[in-house]
């Protein structure tokens, strides 16, 4: 899950993604989301980034505010 979560934070807004989910191993993810253009036109059928992740695999991204990095301790 750390990996997804650093894919996750580079195709993003430019804010860190934590993985809080606990998970350990490794998962075979197909992950399909469109994209929506400036002006709002999407480039395909495929749900949002939100819905692809909570849909089919149960797993949600939530803002919130706090320290990142070597003070968030």
């Known amino acids: ?3 997804l979560a650093v894919f996750l934070a580079n195709i993003t807004l430019p804010v860190p993604v934590i993985d ?3 998970l350990e191993g490794m998962y075979k ?3 399909a989301f469109s994209v929506t253009l400036a002006g709002g036109k999407q ?3 495929d749900p949002d980034l939100y819905s692809a992740l909570q849909q089919p695999l149960g797993l949600k991204m939530e803002e919130h505010k706090g320290l990142v990095g070597p003070y968030a301790n």
């Open 1 to 3: 899950m750390p990996e």
């Open 20 to 22: 809080k989910t606990g």
């Open 29 to 31: 993810i197909n992950l």
């Open 43 to 45: 480039m395909s059928n």
